[in-house]
């Protein structure tokens, strides 16, 4: 699947800012839809792209995880004087370990045990120390039989390498020099992209998923982040422009939902990895802020309380729809909607038997 991962909901005081479960249930309802599309029996390319976009839920996801980590650490970095980098890993550990180490637990039982799914060790090695998304450059190019089911956390992957650079990034170096240079390493994001298609042919099945290739999402969120922050009135007029004229958000939304998709469809790689990929970001991106701030009508669905905890959920439903999601496999489980509700109770009970505990724990870590 392409992300995000974390997907990753990052209950702290954030959670708290209207709309965002409603984001993160968007979000997962597009990767859901997008990996059991299969089973729907609906054989049309354009409506796939267009109600099961798995890819633009990733972004999405991407897109929020930057936004909220960085308004997180700058919250901390206002209030006590500096970052905590061991507490936020502490915090990050705790929130993504025990359901991912779960879930990795019950597909080696399901390889080595009941020798029920064909993963080489090697695939489920680099999906543990969350490097899936750098397996062909590092491991080489050929996949398990059963790759499926540990290949979407290339997202988490990712997301795991992002905390490490963005947090030390902003705990030693300077806000000034940051906020100079995020945006002329953001515009390079596609330039790296082309060079490293045109170069490294090894690269080119892992380039929309590389740290390196793929970040324009999560970085555009952390931009934003930072403009919201930093330059509160420029933000401001720009959003009373779109509130002023409604036309120019449900154009963005347009954009990512049919425009961008279809381009994709058409132009493949030649669309995305040059422009589409970061219009898409920076489309997002203005959306969330204008979203959060200037609460418009047409986004009134996403605090419905059904949206909302489809977002309380989502990390649980990204985690374990891969096991019923399959379209390369056979069986009642992995038929419409029978695999869906399958996916929505392996999640329900992840959350309320795994999930709520620990974040007990993070809690007072956070006290």
Known sequence: MLIVVNFLVLNCN????????????????????GHGFYSIGISNELIRIIFGNAHLGVMIFFSLSGYLITNLLLNEQEKTGTIHLGKFYLRRA????????????IIAVLVFVFRYLE?????????????????????????SPDYWYI???????????????????LFFCSLKWLRRI????????????????????????????????MSDAIFWGCYMALLERYNKESVKKVLTVLKENIYIPIGLLLFIFIL?????????GAYNLSIG??????????????????????????NGKIISYIGVLSYSLYIWQQLFLNHSATGIIYMFPLNIILAAGAAYISYTCVEKPILQLKKKINS
């Open 14 to 33: 954030m959670n708290r800012i209207p709309y965002l479960d409603g984001i993160r249930g968007v979000a997962i309802i597009l990767v859901l839809i």
């Open 94 to 105: 705790i929130r993504i370990f025990p359901v991912f180490y779960l879930y990795l637990s």
């Open 119 to 143: 993963i080489d060790i090697i695939d489920l090695v680099f999906a543990s120390v969350y490097l899936t998304n750098y397996k062909n450059l590092i491991g080489g190019e050929s996949f």
């Open 151 to 169: 290949g979407h956390f290339w997202t988490l992957s990712l997301e795991e390498q992002f905390y490490l650079v963005w947090p030390s990034l």
């Open 182 to 213: 995020l945006p002329i390493v953001l515009f390079m994001f596609p330039i790296v992209r082309v060079v490293s298609y045109a170069l490294f042919e090894d690269q080119r099945g892992q380039i929309g998923m590389m740290l390196h290739t």
């Open 260 to 268: 961008s998709p279809v381009m994709a469809m058409l132009f493949k």
């Open 277 to 302: 990929f970061t219009l898409e970001s920076i489309s997002i991106g203005i959306l969330l802020l204008f979203i959060i701030h200037e609460k418009p009508s047409f986004a009134g669905f996403l």
